[in-house]
């Protein structure tokens, strides 16, 4: 046991393979772990380096182990796949990992705080309601046009739809479906106004966040974006330039070739894809605000894409510019005029 240098730690709720070498690469432990026996079990390991994809519970048990002295790394599930000989399970998951977080190449992913992990987690309640939003609106509109009653797209359409199941005298709806619409309608309105909770905490605590107050000055980033960006991008001095902070969210054109040959295709749409497309969103509402008329760069722009185009090419610039903010730890400032 006192011969092992690294392990690759394979995840799971309630069993966990470990794989452990020693500094020459031989293999010295084989073997399965509870959830109750995992700390005790690290606690008798000397100080070694335990890798670990970034997957569920990854950040929690990285925490948990540093605090009993080992260097622990998070890789992105991609990467460690490359390393899987043959016969993928718990074992040669392991192994793959733990030949992985050996290799000086390897891209990690930095492991979040308490705190982070909350920040990213509301994020992700959000998203869930949202998800729920759209599909109770879905359902409300097509069960009504199955009626011939056919509104508008958006809240309008929704505040239509409505505003005829609560009229008495409008019975284009039996009385069975309508009431059954009208719990929808409730339940449409109670997911608002839990977002406008979420949305308000987000805000309070972006307020004490020295990333979030710098971000949100720059076009295009409002609270969600940029509480976001601030709670995800945990370090963003991992990345040495601005164009590769961009190319890790997918938000890049795919590039394929052969014999000296490259092509550019669509963007990757890699990395994490709630931001990437908090960034279109936020690309989109600033294409169609006035600054876009004002701004040369998007003028041209305009004149020359389609506005999808346009907009996934602002979100790369924005993401440039959110990281340039993180990085110098300063608000935006606009760019002179040119004379």
Not at 233 to 240: L, Y
Request: charged share 25%; aromatic share 6%.
């Amino acid at each position: 046991m006192t011969e092992v240098s690294t392990v690759g730690l394979d995840l799971a709720k309630k069993v966990f393979q470990v794989h452990g070498i020693d500094a020459f690469g031989a293999v010295v432990v084989r073997r399965t772990l509870r959830r109750s026996q995992m700390l005790a079990w690290f606690a008798k390991l000397p100080r070694c380096l335990v890798g670990m994809e970034a997957c569920a519970t990854a950040h929690y048990w990285a925490r948990e182990l540093a605090k009993l002295g080992h260097e622990v790394r998070l890789i992105p599930p991609a990467y460690a796949k490359a390393y899987v000989r043959r016969n993928k399970n718990d074992p040669a998951d392991a192994e793959a990992i733990c030949e992985a977080v050996g290799r000086p190449s390897m891209r990690f992913v930095a492991v979040k705080t308490e705190q982070q992990q909350a920040a990213v987690g509301i994020h992700r309640v959000r998203e869930l309601l949202m998800k729920q939003h759209t599909m109770l609106r879905n359902q409300l509109r097509g069960l009504m046009a199955e009626f011939g009653v056919v509104a508008a797209k958006g809240r309008v359409g929704v505040g239509e739809l409505s505003a005829i199941l609560a009229d008495p005298e409008d019975r284009r709806i039996p009385s069975p479906l309508r009431d059954g619409l009208m719990m929808i309608v409730e339940t449409l309105r109670g997911i608002d106004r839990k977002l406008e909770v979420i949305e308000r905490q987000l805000a309070a605590a972006g307020r004490e966040d020295t990333r979030y107050r710098h971000l949100i000055t720059a076009p295009g980033y409002g609270v969600i974006l940029s509480s976001a960006m601030a709670a995800i991008v945990v370090n963003p001095a991992a990345f040495r330039r601005s164009s590769d902070f961009a190319a890790s969210l997918g938000i890049v054109p795919r590039q394929e070739g052969t014999g000296g040959k490259v092509w550019l295709g669509p963007i990757s749409k890699r990395g994490n894809g709630y931001l990437r497309r908090l960034l279109v969103n936020g690309a989109t509402s600033l294409l169609n605000s006035k600054r876009a008329k004002q701004d040369p760069w998007l003028v041209k722009l305009l004149a020359t894409k389609p506005r999808k185009v346009a907009a996934v090419a602002l979100a790369n610039k924005m993401a440039r510019i959110g990281w340039a903010l993180m990085m110098r730890q300063e608000d935006y400032r606009n760019m002179p005029a040119a004379a």
